[in-house]
């Protein structure tokens, strides 16, 4: 049972097991459904792969600025501890409220369901949404079936294997995040060395991009790269964090811009950019049938299946520290703040994220939840990275055992592109954006309400 006092996290992570953390993030769901809808707004293909190589570089930026902050101030919670100190409590509550509502419980719910739809290809009916039975709540009736209680099924097992410990965590981790990035090489490998394609793909245009469209584009490829941050979340257990915090962000996040370009270049590589804007679905499964043959989807389903389960693993790993982070400044429900006695994890809130990823899955509305916040988390990325700025300011004394690389170029160009990218969503996209802007206003009353009990 779960100590009845906060307590503190023990450091039992190494750089290669952070790295793994974000690399099991990261390469998820996302990029099996954006590169269509990047196709779509960006209709040319080189211009389209330069959109995943600026997204890349840019979250290079990001991680080099949030190695520096992790540093500076190795606590867990990420951008909630960094925002905290620059810019006040309110704006840390919102970043850490929007990432329990949906930032990392919301990505958790749709990423089991789409699991799930994989899996219904190797057991037949697992995916089945008849309806059992319908809590009828008003506004949000809840409803089990056989899909959404298989999601929950895997959403409670990854919350009790990282409840049990930052070692088995880790073990589950690194085995999905190897098992994951080796089958998606060996697959680029396979496809350009026998696959039926066409480097001519690479010429061809539907027509002229704008630089609003490409601007657009950048949101779900900022998005499909999110969790570049997530070494941050765990600093206070990673072993002397002033030095592989850094090595994890860099390594993990420059892992993931190899494979997201080569991905999407064999993508291109199979399927003109405008058949590719086309795909309905998932189109990792169209490229694997067009390559390797109907087979390749069973195969492909497999290693969907290891991708989104890491995906899972690695948030119910990093999302329960930042409420962790807030309990512990009693800015969330004191509970969240108990670190197990004997496991030394933080049981509570590892156990309320599942529980809330699973009420999203009875609810089906995580995905809209998850494409409000591409907004959201944006304008908090920015925002952390602008954090260092603020504290060099402020700070100018504190040691700081990591330093950004390309300060104050790379920072700044990060949070420039990411304020033109919410200007330009706001403009272009105003129903998404807005509904974003009202997730995180959501959480101003819970905020008020905490800071009277304090």
Request: proline share 6%.
């Amino acid at each position: 049972m779960a100590d009845r006092s906060p307590s503190i996290l023990e450091r039992r992570l190494g750089p290669y097991d952070a790295a793994a953390i974000i690399v099991s993030n990261v390469i998820g769901g996302g990029i099996l459904f954006t590169p269509p809808l990047v196709a779509a707004a960006v209709s040319n293909s080189w211009a389209f792969l330069g959109t995943w190589l600026v997204g890349g570089m840019l979250a290079f930026a990001g991680a080099m600025a949030y190695a520096e902050l992790a540093a500076l101030r190795p606590r867990a919670g990420g951008e909630y501890v960094y925002l905290h100190a620059a810019y006040g409590r309110l704006a840390a509550f919102l970043t850490g409220w929007t990432s329990f509502v949906a930032g990392f419980s919301g990505a958790m719910a749709a990423s089991a369901v789409v699991l799930v739809f994989y899996l219904d290809r190797f057991i037949p009916g697992a995916a089945d949404a008849t309806p059992i039975f319908t809590v009828p709540l008003p506004f949000v009736p809840l409803t089990l079936s056989r899909q959404s209680a298989v999601a929950i099924v895997t959403i409670g097992l990854m919350a009790l294997v990282h409840l049990r410990g930052v070692g088995p965590g880790r073990i589950v981790m690194n085995v999905l995040a190897v098992l994951k990035v080796t089958a998606l090489v060996a697959f680029i490998a396979l496809g350009f060395s026998f696959g039926a394609g066409e480097m001519s793909n690479l010429q061809q245009t539907t027509g002229p991009v704008s630089g609003a469209a490409w601007l657009l584009a950048l949101i779900p490829v900022m998005f499909t790269y999110s969790g570049w941050n997530a070494a941050a979340y765990m600093a206070e257990e990673i072993r002397d964090p002033g030095r592989n915090v850094p090595r994890a962000l860099a390594l993990g996040t420059a892992a993931v811009i190899a494979v997201y370009f080569f991905l999407n270049l064999l993508y291109l590589y199979v399927l003109p950019v405008g058949e590719l804007a086309a795909v309905q679905g998932s189109v990792l499964d169209v490229i694997a049938d067009r390559l390797l043959g109907a087979r390749a989807g069973d195969i492909m389903g497999v290693v969907s299946i290891i991708s989104l389960a890491a995906s899972i693993s690695a948030m119910t790993f990093a999302g329960p520290r930042v409420y962790y982070a807030m309990a512990r400044d009693r800015a969330f429900f004191p509970a969240a703040a108990r670190v197990h006695p004997t496991y030394k994890t933080p049981a509570v809130a590892i156990i309320a994220q599942a529980a809330w990823a699973s009420l999203l899955v009875l609810s089906g509305g995580a995905d809209a939840l998850v494409s409000y916040t591409g907004f959201a988390i944006t304008l908090f990325a920015g925002m952390a990275v602008a954090a260092v700025f603020v504290l060099r300011r402020r700070e100018p004394d504190a040691p700081r055992p990591f330093k950004a690389i390309g300060y104050p170029v790379t920072p700044a160009i990060f949070v420039l592109v990411s304020a033109a990218m919410l200007v330009n969503a706001i403009w272009m996209n105003p129903g998404p954006s807005g509904a974003g802007l009202l997730v995180m206003a959501a959480g101003i009353p819970l905020y008020l309400w905490f800071s009277r009990s304090r």
